[in-house]
């Protein structure tokens, strides 16, 4: 079925509007009247139409059938009419109108132009033409003009008859205007999904009411914390399900109620209360919560990891072992680094460094003597991480400390803020760190003074940044502000030469804490030099701790060969796992979304029911 079907509701309506589609691959061309139109509407609805236009009482049928499909009117131009009242007044100057008041609608005032007697019938369906009929008869009425149903009466009672035709401009006008409600329609779809699709995987759960107080929305994370079935709270009144939900009294005095504790049977929630305002009035309300547990738990962790790992640089260039070119260069370059103040970004793949060569380079500086502030922007979930960076004022939200707390790049004064994986921060967070770079100075959350700081920023990342930019994931302008000095990581691989010199100091390393003096074959440090290391040096390291562990006085090529291999398959088995869960968890998330259906499941998924129907059985 095409997007926009025409129900034309007579036979030369339908001749003049396939000329004017001809070639079109969204419009199709139907012949119905009234009622017959309105089950052809109907079927075409379930078929995926996604607008209908029609003339006159037709398009007024379909309109009161509440089709979710808009109804476009074909509108009857000042020229159709003139054309048609020009071809009635041949009969005569008495001319009769029957016909529905959007067709009809100001051809009283045509007459004097015209010099024609008009008299006017406004009917609202085909009983009420009938009805007038007997008025017309009586009348001296030379000729009868009007839609389909005026020409059929005419017809049949023998009266010189006129049909008011649709011309092509008009039929084409409302073509186009299908086509923008189209257009806008399927945008709005697409906003629609989006939502959707954001409110069922957010770990926040949201509530959301109309000015009735009724529920509209009930993600999954609300589920989950309050214990309600999204079935037992949707299109009920809120307070119905949740006495103490508050989002009526939000309603009612328009203001924002913000980190506010509420408890949803045994858990409690840090709440937002927000109300729904379009044009001054308020429509709706919608609370989002999260369980303060949860919050709790990330924050001791966050705090206990940062705190076991203090604000010290360990590392200085000293500490980074190899004499290969790559590294060499490398070191060179970073050397150079550090002895200006500007913003560096580090990349290079995981395993390689990078806050090995960050904490060289702070302790080469003239920071030194100053912080280290080291960070993993992708180890903190985004709702603490902005708090994390910048700080909060006492009571900026429920749970701060009464006192605020620093925040790291305020901590970092003096010396050098380390932002690991700056790729995974939010693009909303990425906004607030490109003021800081830009002005020097931060605002802690729930505070309307800045802060002034003196900190030197490195960053750092094993993505392709340029592409995150070109992707739309990451800012450009933060990208280039990030990106003044850059520092590409050598990949194991591309420093052969250096591993030998490796092998030998992390095996006394790890032998070392074990009370033992392990050496090498000639064999089995070549099959070391040869194996690719996908997992950089931290790989290597690890390896070098197993072959400690195992071997008593010399690594043989065996030892290497066979722990290798167990390393290999080891990979291999834990990506397969990871892989397989990943798989069950998008045919389950999938098979929910299709509400239990499983041949529309399968169909998203791309397998057949017989596939399905395996994964099924066997789980």
């Not at 509440?66 to 001319?95: C, Q, W």
């Not at 995987?201 to 109309?210: P, R």
């Not at 250096?498 to 003096?517: M, N, P, Q, V, W």
Request: hydrophobic share 40%; proline share 3%.
């Amino acid at each position: 079925m095409k997007p926009i079907l025409l129900l034309a509701p007579y036979k030369e309506m339908v001749t003049l509007a396939e000329k004017v589609t001809a070639g079109a691959h969204d419009v199709e061309v139907r012949l119905g009247l009234l009622e017959q139109a309105v089950k052809i509407a109907r079927d075409a609805e379930q078929m995926g139409v996604e607008a209908i236009i029609s003339r006159g009482g037709t398009a007024l049928a379909i309109q009161k059938a509440n089709l979710t499909a808009p109804v476009v009117e074909i509108p009857v131009s000042p020229y159709d009419m003139l054309n048609a009242l020009h071809r009635a007044k041949k009969f005569g100057k008495n001319v009769a109108v029957i016909g529905f008041d959007n067709i009809i609608r100001g051809v009283e005032n045509l007459g004097p132009i015209l010099d024609i007697n008009i008299k006017i019938y406004h009917i609202n369906n085909e009983e009420e033409a009938n009805h007038y009929l007997e008025d017309v008869l009586k009348s001296k009425i030379d000729v009868l003009l009007g839609g389909t149903i005026a020409e059929d009466l005419a017809i049949k009672h023998g009266i010189p008859t006129v049909l008011l035709e649709t011309g092509a401009n008009a039929i084409e006008f409302s073509i186009n205007e299908a086509r923008k409600i189209v257009a806008v329609r399927r945008k709005e779809k697409e906003k629609t999904e989006q939502v959707k699709a954001i409110l069922h995987y957010i770990s926040e759960g949201v509530i959301a009411v109309d000015e009735n107080g009724r529920v509209t929305t009930f993600n999954p994370a609300a589920e989950r914390i309050t214990g309600i079935r999204q079935t037992d709270i949707l299109g009920k009144v809120i307070t119905s399900v949740i006495e103490n939900s508050k989002l009526i009294e939000v309603m009612k005095h328009g203001k924002p109620e913000l980190g506010q504790l509420q408890t949803f049977g045994s858990t409690l929630g840090l709440t937002n209360r927000v109300p729904i305002m379009i044009k001054g009035k308020t429509v709706g309300a919608v609370a989002t919560f999260e369980d303060v547990t949860k919050i709790q738990e990330y924050e001791e962790k966050i705090r206990s990891t940062l705190l076991a790992k203090g604000h010290i640089a360990k590392y200085s260039f000293s500490h980074i072992l190899g004499r290969s070119k790559p590294l060499l260069e490398v070191k060179e370059k970073a050397l150079k680094y550090a002895k200006v103040d500007s913003t560096i970004l580090i990349t290079g793949e995981s395993g390689t460094g990078k806050e090995m060569f960050a904490q060289s380079i702070h302790t080469a500086s003239r920071r030194n003597k100053g912080p280290f502030v080291a960070v993993n922007c992708a180890a903190i979930p985004e709702n603490l991480l902005e708090s994390e960076l910048f700080g909060y004022e006492g009571g900026a939200f429920t749970g701060a400390l009464k006192e605020g707390k620093k925040g790291l790049f305020t901590q970092a004064h003096g010396g050098t803020i380390f932002l690991d994986e700056v790729g995974e921060i939010s693009f909303d967070l990425q906004a607030r760190l490109l003021r800081v770079l830009q002005e020097r100075e931060v605002r802690p959350l729930g505070s309307d003074k800045v802060i002034p700081i003196d900190v030197r920023v490195i960053a750092a990342t094993n993505k392709n940044l340029l592409e995150e930019v070109n992707s739309g994931r990451f800012r450009r302008d933060l990208y280039y502000r990030l990106n003044i000095l850059n520092l590409r990581i050598p990949t194991l691989r591309e420093r052969k030469a250096d591993i030998g010199l490796l092998c030998h100091e992390f095996i006394k390393k790890a032998s070392f804490k074990l009370l033992k003096e392990i050496k090498f074959s000639n064999e089995a440090l070549d099959e070391l030099i040869n194996y690719s290391w996908p997992g950089n040096i931290r790989e290597l390291e690890n390896v070098m701790e197993r072959l400690a562990v195992l071997c008593e006085t010399t690594v043989t090529k065996a030892q290497v060969r066979e722990i290798l291999e167990e390393h290999c398959h080891s990979i291999t088995r834990e990506g397969k796992s990871l892989l397989k869960e990943i798989e069950e968890d998008i045919i389950l998330k999938t098979l929910e979304e299709c509400q239990g259906n499983r041949t529309l499941t399968a169909k998203k998924l791309g397998i057949s029911r017989t596939q399905l129907w395996r994964f099924l059985k066997k789980h």
